[in-house]
């Protein structure tokens, strides 16, 4: 069946690298999406990668794709308290239809 | 500033009573979405409106119904036959050209139903 799988926190020091991992089922997905939500709020999208692409950096930010075996990852570089939020995968396997993981709660220690 | 913006942020309704969330986007957004977001799950697709005077189910849509009349607005109705109303709602949009595999989402609304 569909299905997006993330872990369900991840710990980090300020400064360190954050890695936030998430698999999928859905070979046919043509875009894959990483969003941001905070305390309360509404999902910020913060960068989606192509299905042929396998890599795509944007600032401190960078998504590797790795098609084979349905894995997708975002690491943010020089993670800060701001980026304190929970992270939500999602893979589009239609024109309207997205489904989304379960997110991952990034806390980050100063 | 363009945007989508839901109202009000928090809203309390007693059981049996129908509520209506409202969603107003000006990104000229051709597609517009109702999901529901419970503790620690992932987001669920109640109902999408690809165009005015059109929309489909979602996954959950028992118990909720929608219209749209306008491009811009995509008001979600959550009736007394939803037997699990509280939750956050979240409305979100997507556009066309090199905008339509970008989907933006609003602030959201709390229901809290007792």
């Known amino acids: 069946g569909e299905d997006v799988e993330q872990s369900l926190f991840l710990s980090v020091r300020e400064g360190d690298s954050s890695v936030i991992n998430c698999t999928y089922t859905?070979?046919?997905?043509?875009?894959l999406y990483w969003y941001k939500q905070e305390p309360g709020a509404g999902l910020q999208l913060l960068t989606y990668?192509?299905?042929?692409?396998d890599m795509k950096q944007d600032q401190r930010l960078t998504v590797l794709l790795n098609k084979k075996d349905k894995h997708l990852s975002l690491r943010i570089a020089d993670t800060q308290t701001g980026d304190s939020a929970i992270y939500f995968c999602?893979?589009?396997?239609?024109?309207?239809?997205?489904?989304f993981g379960t997110g991952t709660r990034l806390k980050v220690l100063a | 500033d363009g945007g989508i913006t839901q109202s009000p942020k928090y809203l309390f309704r007693k059981e049996g009573q129908n509520v209506t969330l409202s969603c107003e986007q000006n990104l000229n957004h051709d597609a517009m979405y109702w999901y529901r977001q419970d503790p620690g799950q992932g987001l669920r697709l109640i109902y999408y409106s690809q165009i005015v005077n059109d929309f489909q189910k979602g996954d959950i849509a028992e118990g909720y119904s929608v219209s749209r009349e306008k491009k811009e607005s995509f008001p979600l109705t959550v009736t007394s036959a939803q037997k699990n109303p509280t939750a956050f709602y979240l409305c979100?949009?997507?556009?066309?050209?090199?905008?339509?595999?970008?989907?933006?989402f609003g602030p959201g609304t709390r229901l809290t139903v007792t």
């Open positions: 999602a893979e589009r396997p239609g024109t309207y239809k997205y489904i």
């Open positions: 990668i192509f299905s042929n692409m």
């Open positions: 859905d070979s046919s997905s043509t875009y």
């Open positions: 979100a949009s997507s556009g066309a050209g090199v905008t339509l595999y970008e989907q933006y």
